[in-house]
Nanobody, 114 residues
Framework: QVQLVESGGGLVQPGGSLRLSCVAS????????MAWYRQAPGKQRELVAR???????NYAESVKGRFTISRDNAKKTASLQMNSLKLEDTAVYYC????????WGQGTQVTVSS
């Protein structure tokens, strides 16, 4: 069983930045494909960014050039640096780990508002 704990959400003005972190349990973090998803009110959960075990990344078109996903295998942490935040980035952000099956964190709220 993999447990994921997210942190770093909050309220930020448009154009601002936030950094989300996800700490995973277990001893084989390096084998997990890590990702961040988000779900806005009334919308389906969507993939924001993913990073493979080898460090290859991919992003949703809506966040390319603004968000950066990274991982630190020694700290068993995946992070999402979010810059130039927009109102439409408001959502609950979920950390996801995939190794034979998918594991989810509890979610962290990101609110972009003036």
């Amino acid at each position: 069983q993999v447990q994921l704990v997210e942190s770093g959400g909050g309220l930020v003005q448009p154009g601002g930045s936030l950094r989300l972190s996800c700490v995973a349990s277990g001893s084989i973090f390096r084998l997990y494909v890590m990702a961040w998803y988000r779900q806005a009110p009334g919308k389906q959960r969507e993939l924001v960014a993913r990073i493979t075990t080898g460090g290859t990344t991919n992003y949703a078109e809506s966040v390319k050039g603004r968000f950066t996903i990274s991982r630190d295998n020694a700290k068993k942490t995946a992070s999402l640096q979010m810059n130039s935040l927009k109102l439409e980035d408001t959502a609950v952000y979920y950390c996801n780990a995939n190794y034979n099956k998918a594991y989810w964190g509890q979610g962290t709220q990101v609110t972009v508002s003036s």
